[in-house]
């Protein structure tokens, strides 16, 4: 099976743009996640869907926003992309079940300029 | 509110040798899973190990273990027989069952673990 994939890679845009990343679940999963991780915050949570539903919501600003469609594969949009939005984002995806476990995507690089 | 606590700024340990990285949670829900992750410098977060907060053995995935101790809320893995490849940021994480089919984690802020030859 073909894991989580994230694109793009990578990623430099300025202060005021915006931006959308993409992440394809593993096949089968209809839960995705959304996380950010920069070196002064750690790992936080953005948010989830399941069946292009938002299910759980970090606590991010509104310029944070995400969509998932009938296939699973899920966006996320930041706009007015500010410097401290320079992260890397991750997206996870999960089979149902209490205790399935989450797999990672190799994440999106982030540089606001 | 969940909370994941790892203290060890960074861990050497020496190749072969078995390497022992603390995690302690708070948490105020009766069923919940604990994760461990490692994540190299690629940055992709990998799955290592899972324990159910019921479940009544530790868990053990080849050269990863978890130690277990319910009672002091702690969680710790333990790496076997190191490896040059086990160098990298280790996460502790938890998913609390009680909401459900809720998928969030929390992580704690990592563990270096450098690996001497």
């Known amino acids: 099976k073909a894991g989580v994939t994230q694109t793009p890679r990578y990623l430099i845009k300025t202060r005021g743009q915006q931006v959308t990343l993409s992440c394809s679940p593993i096949?089968?999963?209809?839960?995705v996640s959304w996380y950010q991780q920069t070196p002064g915050q750690g790992l936080q949570f953005l948010f989830e869907?399941?069946?292009?539903?938002?299910?759980n919501k970090g606590n991010f600003p509104g310029r944070f926003s995400g969509r998932q469609f009938s296939n699973s594969r899920s966006e996320m949009n930041v706009s007015t992309l500010e410097l401290g939005d320079s992260a890397l984002y991750l997206c996870?995806?999960?089979?149902?079940?209490?205790?399935?476990?989450?797999?990672f995507g190799p994440g999106t690089r982030l540089l606001v300029l | 509110a969940q909370k994941i606590t790892q203290t060890q700024p960074g861990m050497f340990v020496q190749e072969k040798e078995a390497v022992t990285l603390d995690c302690t949670y708070d948490?105020?829900?009766?069923?919940?899973?604990l994760f461990w992750y490692k994540q190299p410098s690629s940055g992709e977060m990998i799955f290592l190990i899972y324990?159910?907060?019921?479940?009544?053995q530790n868990a053990t995935e080849g050269r990863y273990s978890l130690n277990f101790q319910k009672a002091r809320k702690s969680a710790n893995l333990v790496i076997s027989a190191s490896q040059l490849g086990d160098s990298a940021m280790y996460f502790c994480?938890?998913?609390?069952?009680?909401?459900?089919?809720?998928?969030?984690?929390?992580f704690g802020k990592g563990i270096t673990l450098s690996v001497r030859p």
């Open positions: 996870a995806s999960r089979s149902s079940g209490l205790q399935e476990t989450q797999y």
């Open positions: 096949s089968g999963h209809r839960s």
């Open positions: 869907y399941f069946s292009e539903t938002q299910r």
């Open positions: 948490t105020s829900d009766p069923s919940y899973g």
């Open positions: 324990q159910g907060s019921y479940d009544q």
């Open positions: 994480a938890m998913r609390d069952h009680y909401t459900g089919a809720n998928s969030k984690l929390t």
